[in-house]
C-alpha cells in the first residue's frame, strides 16, 4: 500500500529548462512533505520541505508546490543542470509521526 | 565532517547467518532511523530511536533487532538472514522529529 507515489520514474530535460517533479499521496493526516536527492552508492540528501499550512516554499533553484485539494506536491528545479542528474525522492509524514513515508523515485536526468 | 557513518559497505551473507550493520553519527542528534530500500521501491522504516534507551518498530520490522546504548550508535542486527532481507540499508538521523534526516551512504546486503 504505496501511501505516497511518484508515477514517472524518469525524466529527461535539457540544461537551462525547467524540471517538474510530481508526487501524489493518498493518506489526508500528511502534513510535512519533504524532496530529497539521492545519487548512485550515496545516501538521500535532503533538499527542500514544505509544512501543509502553505502551498509554496522556495529556495534557490528548487520551489515545492503543494495542492491539498488534490493531495498533490511538485518539485520545480530552475534553471536545470547536469549536476541535478539524480533520482529524487518525494517523502511525507504527519506531525508527531516518526514515520517518513517515501515515494519510488523519478530518475531525472539533465541533458548538457 | 563524517556526519551519518555506516560499515559495512557491502555484505553477502548465506541464509541463517546473523550480522549487525552499524550506523554513528557525530552530529549529536536524537532521532535515528534503519531504513530499507528493496530495487525500484521507495525506503521503508524498519526501526528508529528517539533518543538513548529508546527504540520502536517502524513500518517493517520483522527479522531485526535494534539496540541505543549511546546517542551515537544505532546498531541494526539480523539474526537469522533470510532471502527477502537482501536490500540496501540507510542508516539516518535528525535533531528533532520534525528535522530533517541525514543518510548514510548505506550498506547493499545480499543473502544467498
Known amino acids: 500500500d504505496q501511501q505516497v507515489k511518484q508515477n514517472s520514474p524518469s525524466l529527461s530535460v535539457q540544461e537551462g529548462r525547467i524540471s517538474i517533479l510530481n508526487c501524489d499521496y493518498t493518506n489526508s493526516m500528511f502534513d510535512y512533505f519533504l524532496w530529497y536527492k539521492k545519487y548512485p552508492a550515496e545516501g538521500p540528501t535532503f533538499l527542500i520541505s514544505?509544512?501543509?499550512?502553505?502551498d509554496k516554499n522556495e529556495d534557490g533553484r528548487f520551489t515545492v508546490f503543494l495542492n491539498k485539494s488534490a493531495k498533490h506536491l511538485s518539485l520545480h528545479i530552475v534553471p536545470s543542470q547536469p549536476g541535478d542528474s539524480a533520482v529524487y525522492f518525494c517523502?511525507?509524514?504527519?506531525?508527531?509521526?516518526?514515520?517518513?513515508?517515501f515515494g519510488t523515485g523519478t530518475r531525472l536526468t539533465v541533458i548538457p | 565532517n563524517a556526519g551519518v557513518t555506516q560499515t559495512p559497505k557491502f555484505r553477502i551473507l548465506k541464509i541463517g547467518q546473523s550480522m549487525t550493520l552499524q550506523c554513528t553519527q557525530d552530529m549529536n542528534h536524537n532521532y535515528m532511523y534503519w531504513y530499507r530500500q528493496d530495487p525500484g521501491m521507495g525506503l521503508k522504516l524498519i526501526y528508529y530511536?528517539?533518543?538513548?534507551?529508546?527504540?520502536d518498530k517502524g513500518e517493517v520490522p520483522n527479522g531485526y533487532n535494534v539496540s541505543r546504548s549511546t546517542t551515537e550508535d544505532f546498531p541494526l542486527r539480523l539474526e537469522l538472514a533470510a532471502p527477502s532481507q537482501t536490500s540496501v540499508y540507510f542508516c539516518a538521523s535528525s535533531y528533532s522529529d520534525m528535522g530533517a534526516q541525514h543518510f548514510g551512504d548505506g550498506t547493499r546486503l545480499s543473502i544467498l
Open positions: 517523502a511525507a509524514r504527519e506531525t508527531g509521526a516518526n514515520n517518513l513515508f
Open positions: 514544505i509544512s501543509s499550512i502553505k
Open positions: 530511536s528517539v533518543g538513548a534507551g529508546i527504540t
